[in-house]
């Protein structure tokens, strides 16, 4: 099973002071610890037992205090008030914390392996975070013109789906259904019509990404790609 890149938006984690045998600070920045929220994942990590009632005590404890930032937050929204700075960084030094505390929860085997799924879930794309484009050998123009590369791509691909969706939503969005039955019949209707349109630009898509990757093959240098090969490990087979 490939892990949705819908829910592999990487977080960083902040240096913690070593126990044990010292995490590398390359893998601490890069890994996901979100991604161990995905069994498959924990699994291939070889997260045991213990440690798995220990990040669940940690992802308790972040859910509360979450709680706790989103219920002050709500009150400024319900007065339609930006909420103050002091609860957005709040909620920054909570996603840190929590960063830490899971951390200190793996060997630092278990974090380099989590850090190999990081990289292989994010894709090429991940060689744009100045760390992994240090790591790798990048040069500043190399991944200047990545980023370039990329954003045109992406412009590129929103105007292709935005051409195939929009007319579909906005036809539907402009129905109203009389009752459940025929809300359910429109939105059966409106889901197939998407999944067709998807299946209709698909292999546009797909060669906008060949095209991408072909790109970054002249880009990087045989060391450079030998490199990035490198960290990504053995293939995720989840």
Known sequence: M???????????????????LAADAF???VANIALLQIKEVQTDVGITAAQRTQLNKHADWFNAESKKINDQAATYVQKNQQPPKSLTDKFVKLNNDMANKVVGVLTAGQLKRLREITLQNAGPVAMMDPTVAKKIGLSDSQ???IRSRFD????????????AFKPIIDKYK????KDDAEAKKLSEAYAKEMD??????????NKIQS?????????LSTKQDSAWKALLGKPFKG
């Open 27 to 29: 893998d601490k920045s």
């Open 211 to 219: 095209d991408f990757s072909a790109f970054l093959k002249k880009t």
């Open 2 to 20: 490939k892990i949705s890149k819908v829910i592999a938006t990487t977080i960083s984690l902040l240096a913690i002071a070593s126990q044990g």
């Open 174 to 177: 402009a129905k109203k259904p």
């Open 196 to 205: 067709a349109a998807g299946k209709k630009i698909a292999p546009q898509l």
């Open 152 to 163: 045109s791509d992406a412009k590129k691909a929103d105007g292709i789906q935005e051409k």
């Open 143 to 145: 991944l200047k013109s």
